[in-house]
């Protein structure tokens, strides 16, 4: 059995604030414009923990929610495995984190284990 192991950050998943005619994709790695782009965008309050939360909840009712997501880091690794072999990957295995709810927010708020459950329905989309 081959497993794929991958710790997810915050720049591991990508969202197009622009149209599809003119792209602007952004990743949600705290104070940075980016992420902040994207807080505004979605109607979140910033941090990877809710922006992908609200990219979960509008990947279950939006139809085309997920042409606006981009994993390249992640997708660009499994597909170096895959390409030119007979390899078949039977498991990935995505780590997050996920901090209690005792945990200052500052830190709380950069959980990635929304960005982790994201990446997995886009992986089984692909």
Known sequence: MIVFMANVGERDLYYNV???DEPYFCHFRLG??????????????NGARY???????????????AQRL????LKTVMCELLTGSDMVIDKVVLVG??????TEERHRRRDTINTAKVLQELIKMD
């Open 70 to 73: 981009r994993y390249p880091i």
């Open 97 to 102: 984190t996920d901090q209690p709810q005792s």
């Open 18 to 20: 622009g149209t599809p």
């Open 51 to 65: 922006i992908s939360e609200k990219i979960l909840q509008r990947l279950d009712r939006l139809q085309g929610e």
């Open 32 to 45: 940075e414009d980016d992420e902040i782009r994207v807080a505004n965008h979605l109607g979140s309050k």
